[in-house]
């Protein structure tokens, strides 16, 4: 089936992210059987537009590098499929409402989706041209998707599950960074200007060292107060467990599969990862229903 053009720019497949937005919603149905699945529903969808709005406006910006890259000059702007006004146009209908909903229902919501917004425009703009800067950056908006949804669930998230989220933000981000430089190889500067400064060796070294702080930042939490009361000693150990297994498998995909350049269809594609996460949250069912 033929995908119209203004509906593959928004980006469908890449909404999967905003799951982030839920997370921190059903971690607190989970431990205190709060009813606001709801509330999460909405907080997704409207992150998801915001998101959609972003991505309008980056692809347009990008359109003429994006047509040296093997995939993303197949993207509707890059294409010529999609003309500029009516991409604008969209995103300036989606980031707008989308606010302005945020604004009457949640203020604490639509600060975290305007900041989102102004983060991956300057993304976008001249952040994406900073070694390391970059990362970092792709690795918040990751932190921004779970603070929109702790926000709407009321969960202040203890730090070291910042820790471990943002270990887990650079090491898809350094992963992307790889892939885009060993698929380009010498035209990686003219598509991104950033690649010209790292070696695949380096951002190896970069990934190492952010799953070791996402591991030692879930090993804080589970230590915790909070922690020891939430999972207990063996719903720590087994979800700890499955999280490393489920980092290291991501680890091994970015180098033997080399499709790392878009995370949400890698994910969604291998079935160890799959059944990594549906063991994590058996795990935490598991807990609840023997409370």
């Not at 009321?154 to 943002?166: D, E, F, K, S, T």
């Not at 933000?169 to 790292?198: F, M, Q, T, W």
Request: charged content about 15%.
């Amino acid at each position: 089936m033929t995908v119209p053009p203004l509906v593959a720019a928004l980006r469908p497949r890449d909404w999967l992210k905003n799951v982030a937005v839920a997370l921190p919603i059903l971690w607190q149905m989970a431990f205190t059987g709060e009813q606001i699945l709801l509330l999460g529903a909405v907080a997704v969808v409207l992150f998801s537009a915001v998101a959609s709005g972003a991505y309008l406006i980056n692809d347009w910006l990008d359109r003429k590098a994006d047509r040296l890259h093997p995939t993303k000059r197949l993207r509707p702007l890059a294409a010529g499929s999609l003309n500029s006004s009516t991409a604008l146009g969209t995103a300036a209908v989606l980031v707008m409402g989308s606010l302005g909903i945020a604004v009457g229902w949640h203020r604490e919501l639509a600060a975290a989706l305007l900041v989102y917004f102004i983060a991956i425009t300057a993304y976008s703009l001249w952040l994406k041209r900073i070694p390391v800067v970059d990362l970092a950056v792709i690795a918040g908006f990751l932190l921004l998707r779970v603070q929109a949804g702790a926000v709407v669930a009321g969960w202040r998230v203890p730090a070291p599950i910042w820790w471990c989220l943002g270990g887990l933000g650079v090491v898809i981000a350094a992963g992307k960074r790889r892939n885009e430089l060993l698929l380009l190889k010498r035209k990686a500067g003219r598509h991104r200007p950033s690649l010209d400064r790292y070696t695949p060796a380096e951002l190896d070294r970069i990934v190492a060292l952010a799953a070791v702080t996402a591991l030692a930042g879930y090993g804080w939490y589970l230590s915790s107060m909070e922690g020891q009361a939430r999972l207990g000693r063996w719903g720590g150990a087994l979800t700890g467990l499955l999280t490393a297994g489920g980092l290291a498998r991501y680890i091994h995909l970015i180098h033997q599969r080399r499709k790392s350049g878009e995370p949400a269809r890698l994910i969604l594609s291998d079935r160890p990862l799959l059944w990594l996460a549906a063991g994590w949250l058996a795990v935490i069912l598991w807990i609840n229903m023997t409370r």
